[in-house]
């Protein structure tokens, strides 16, 4: 436990079931916060924290999830957006058709606007709250074989970010970004193998492929969920009132410094 002032504190957090999120959710609740998450189905173990059925990459799965939050808690003070991730074949853009841009869009970018369109309200009401976007070192350093639309969408929700701190900061809300490199997650894991698979390597060469292409790690390893987590949760404590519009990289120095 941190001590970061954050008991009874509302708190929503996306992609709160697996990875970074889960992480957040952990030590939110250790520091006595009210959570509540989402998943498309509910089948996951997370004690402590209000679980909601919602597949937020839908306008109609943020409907629910809002509708939730309001009935269940009456709006929150903070909003964590992890939800993430990349499901788009390797290959470069050319074989990026339609729905895979859409699909990364509708998981990277459009779900954090839209709770944040139905959220913010109560937080401005109240002249009050936090908003943090987990983006990514990929918005500065994409992988052109396998993330292009990934990276574009986590480069554009940053942008959005940024805009919207400049607007509601003066109004009492925080929005702060926080863009980690490489983290030790499922979803990591997957696009490792998913890379190597499409290499004819093994999960070791899929690795690699990645090292590779971010130009090595200095610190000579990824992130783990709970540094990052750690980090998030102080960004969103009382202990962090006087930074906004910031952005937060945490990846072992991957992104080199000019």
Same mark, same amino acid.
């Given at each position: 436990m941190l001590n970061l002032g954050l008991t009874g504190k509302r708190v929503l957090v996306t992609g709160g079931t697996k990875g970074i999120g889960k992480a957040v959710v952990e030590l939110l609740l250790a520091e006595g916060a009210k959570v509540i998450t989402s998943a498309r189905q509910v089948d996951v173990e997370l004690s402590g924290a209000l679980l909601i059925a919602a597949d +937020?990459?839908?306008r109609e799965g943020c409907d629910v999830l809002i509708a939730a939050i309001q009935e269940? +808690? /009456?709006g929150v003070d903070i909003m964590i957006h992890? +939800? /993430?991730g990349s499901s788009a074949p390797g290959g470069g853009f050319a074989v990026l058709d *339609? *729905?895979?841009w859409q699909r990364e869009l509708s998981l990277n970018l459009l779900p954090a606007v839209r709770l944040d369109r139905a959220l913010l309200p109560g937080m401005l009401e109240r002249k009050e709250g936090v908003v943090i976007h987990v983006t990514?070192?990929?918005s500065r350093l994409p992988l052109p074989e396998s993330t292009t639309a990934y990276a574009a969408a986590k480069a554009a929700l940053s942008t959005y970010s940024k805009s919207l701190s400049k607007e509601v900061s003066p109004k009492g809300i925080r929005v702060v970004r926080v863009s980690p490199g490489w983290v030790e997650t499922e979803a990591s894991v997957a696009l490792a193998e998913r890379l190597a698979q499409e290499a004819g390597t093994d999960y070791q060469g899929g690795k690699d492929i990645i090292m590779?292409?971010?130009g090595g790690i200095p610190l000579g390893r990824p992130s783990a969920p709970s540094e990052v987590a750690d980090l998030i949760c102080f960004l969103a404590s009382p202990r962090a009132a006087s930074i906004t519009g910031s952005e937060f990289v945490i990846d072992g120095g991957t992104v080199p410094t000019v």
């Amino acid at each position: 436990m941190l001590n970061l002032g954050l008991t009874g504190k509302r708190v929503l957090v996306t992609g709160g079931t697996k990875g970074i999120g889960k992480a957040v959710v952990e030590l939110l609740l250790a520091e006595g916060a009210k959570v509540i998450t989402s998943a498309r189905q509910v089948d996951v173990e997370l004690s402590g924290a209000l679980l909601i059925a919602a597949d +937020l990459s839908t306008r109609e799965g943020c409907d629910v999830l809002i509708a939730a939050i309001q009935e269940r +808690l /009456g709006g929150v003070d903070i909003m964590i957006h992890v +939800l /993430g991730g990349s499901s788009a074949p390797g290959g470069g853009f050319a074989v990026l058709d *339609e *729905e895979h841009w859409q699909r990364e869009l509708s998981l990277n970018l459009l779900p954090a606007v839209r709770l944040d369109r139905a959220l913010l309200p109560g937080m401005l009401e109240r002249k009050e709250g936090v908003v943090i976007h987990v983006t990514s070192i990929q918005s500065r350093l994409p992988l052109p074989e396998s993330t292009t639309a990934y990276a574009a969408a986590k480069a554009a929700l940053s942008t959005y970010s940024k805009s919207l701190s400049k607007e509601v900061s003066p109004k009492g809300i925080r929005v702060v970004r926080v863009s980690p490199g490489w983290v030790e997650t499922e979803a990591s894991v997957a696009l490792a193998e998913r890379l190597a698979q499409e290499a004819g390597t093994d999960y070791q060469g899929g690795k690699d492929i990645i090292m590779k292409a971010l130009g090595g790690i200095p610190l000579g390893r990824p992130s783990a969920p709970s540094e990052v987590a750690d980090l998030i949760c102080f960004l969103a404590s009382p202990r962090a009132a006087s930074i906004t519009g910031s952005e937060f990289v945490i990846d072992g120095g991957t992104v080199p410094t000019v």
